[in-house]
C-alpha cells in the first residue's frame, strides 16, 4: 500500500505565497480588531457603571502614579526586633 503524504502547501496549490501571507496578515489584523474592540467596549462598561476607579490603568505602574498603601504598625520595637534576630543566631 501507498502511503499518502499532505503538506499545507498541497492543500491549496492554487493559491500563491504572496496570498497566503495576505491572508495570515489578515487574519493576524482581525484578531487584534477583535481584541481592541472588547477592550474598548469593556472599558466604556466601566466608566458607564462607576467601575472605573476599582480598576486603575494598566500602565499606571510605570509612570509611578500608582497610590501605596499605607504601611503595616511595626509589631515589635527596633530593640524586641534586635533581641529576637540575635537569639535565632545564637541558637543557629
Known sequence: MESVR???TDLFPQVSD????LFVAFAVAFILGLFWWF???AKKWLEENGKEEEWPNAL????????Q?????LKYSEQE????VGKAFRFS
Open 6 to 8: 499532505i503538506t499545507a
Open 18 to 21: 504572496d496570498e497566503k501571507f
Open 39 to 41: 477592550n474598548r467596549n
Open 60 to 67: 499606571d505602574w510605570l509612570s509611578g502614579d500608582t497610590q
Open 69 to 73: 498603601k499605607p504601611a503595616t504598625p
Open 81 to 84: 526586633f534586635q533581641e529576637m
